[in-house]
């Protein structure tokens, strides 16, 4: 596996892979990788002549008061599983060489970020979205992949994808759970033993949510409630929110129809987690 | 010259191009070509394999107040003068396939857009830097050619070129001007006989103000003073802005020295014309 660590050195890569004409597929990540990032380099494996990994931990997309600092740095670890994954090329850039002191560009998405983790985390998406252009601008892929965990995020790049008209596909990959359910996160080292027992139960309560929509339940209002009142009542933990909506939109549904989309985040002390369950409502029981 | 109006069909000659390996000049304009156009047309031509233009009156750079639907619309002799250029390839694009109803991503750059035109007409340069950036990385030219009559508008898109890492070169062409001094503008064609007489006063002035530099004067303030009453005194135009700036960022300097730009906006009813002029300050003559 070769590493680079500057932007001419792949640029040069890429360029030369060109005349190749096989594909790349690209997992960008924020290293600390896990069981997730693992099933993201083995889609891209499995369906690419090159694979491209890269870490970056892009201060952008933290807030002032958020984790940048003490966000898990576990590179040779990182490094270990891309070899045994099969990963081609690691990218592990320099800060100063993708944002060098004059750096004044930004690329937002309006209407996707206006909710959820854009509204908790204002700096989150912008962040997110111009590295990410300039991760796939510096690649040009024919396949960067994604974890749903972060199911804004996933909708958010595709948009910017087509917007941009960026000729590559965004492939979204589910999302890894343990055991009981807590879906793997960088961050979940950093919850003490009551937290990670508590942790789960936003997988939990929110599959429950999605079993009352099974159920026959329609009423976006009372669906969200229950899964509030489950929340408060079996963690330690703070909500941020709970979202019922148009897996296609992330606007809040009233009435539940279609591909509905939960989301949640809570809060354990310092660690923030987020999840989400995409739940399609039968058809015959549509209003 | 072909001719092409689809994405997809662009998207398949610039794959099919990247075999051939060959140099592609890129000239994005609005239509309405005038010899400043040529001129950027002429200098792809020169330096590149193909050349490739582009014709869309962008709305995203247009404000509401402004000249959107009136902007000269001219496309025969557009064409025209492509085929005279030896264009290869002449693309024009459909507004609905470049805003599709649900396009919601921006690109901006900042602190070179805080002032001079990006204080005038705020929403100018989001709408400048989405559209070329998206036209940019549509076409990934070697070189893509910019007037500097729209000197501002240059040092931005350098300045995205490089944020984004798009593996290209910006390249600034110089003014062309009628033989009064009048830049070459598709909205020149709106002056009345009156007006038209008087355009050229700005560029004048402005050199009024280079040779003062030149002269010894090292005060912004006297200088830009001097621009004003000048410009008041012969021509019935309101000036919009009169700026004595460093060259590469663009804020105003108290205290000439290093490469200096002299910036001008004026309207004439509804025409609003920009000109600039570069000066030099001798070294010996630095404070």
New interface residues.
């Given amino acids: 596996m070769q590493i680079i660590h500057s932007?001419r050195a792949l640029?040069d890569w890429r360029?030369h892979h060109?005349l190749k004409r096989g594909t790349i597929g690209f997992v960008p990540t924020l290293g600390a990788l896990h069981e997730g990032h693992r099933s993201l380099l083995q889609q891209a494996r499995k369906t690419n002549d090159s694979v491209v990994a890269s870490i970056f931990v892009n201060p952008l997309q933290f807030g002032p008061s958020e984790d940048f600092h003490s966000y898990p740095r576990t590179l040779a670890a990182d490094q270990a599983m891309c070899d045994q994954e099969g990963v081609d090329l690691l990218f592990i850039p320099k800060r100063n060489e993708l944002y060098p002191t004059?750096?004044?560009?930004?690329?937002?998405?309006?209407?996707?970020t206006a909710r959820w983790e854009g509204e908790s985390r204002p700096q989150h998406f912008p962040g997110v979205?111009t590295i990410v252009?300039?991760l796939l601008?510096?690649l040009q892929p024919d396949h960067a992949f994604f974890g749903q965990k972060d199911y804004q995020q996933f909708l958010v790049i595709k948009?910017?994808v087509k917007?941009?008209?960026?000729?590559m596909r965004i492939v979204g990959c589910p999302t890894i759970r343990e055991a009981d359910g807590l879906a793997f996160s960088s961050r979940n080292r950093y919850l003490t033993t009551g937290q990670r027992s508590e942790a789960a139960r936003l997988y939990q309560t929110l599959r429950h949510g999605g079993q009352l929509i099974r159920q026959g339940q329609r009423q976006g209002r009372v669906i969200k409630k229950a899964i509030f009142t489950r929340l408060t009542r079996t963690t330690s933990g703070t909500i941020d929110y709970i979202g019922i909506c148009n897996s296609r939109t992330l606007e809040p549904l009233a009435t539940i129809t279609g591909q509905v989309t939960l989301l949640g985040a809570i809060r354990f002390g310092k660690v923030r987690l987020i999840d989400n369950l995409r739940v399609r409502v039968p058809r015959g029981s549509d209003p």
């Fill in positions: 932007i640029q360029r060109q004059d750096f004044q560009t930004s690329v937002s998405v309006s209407l996707l979205t252009t300039k601008i510096l948009q910017l917007d941009l008209n960026l000729a």
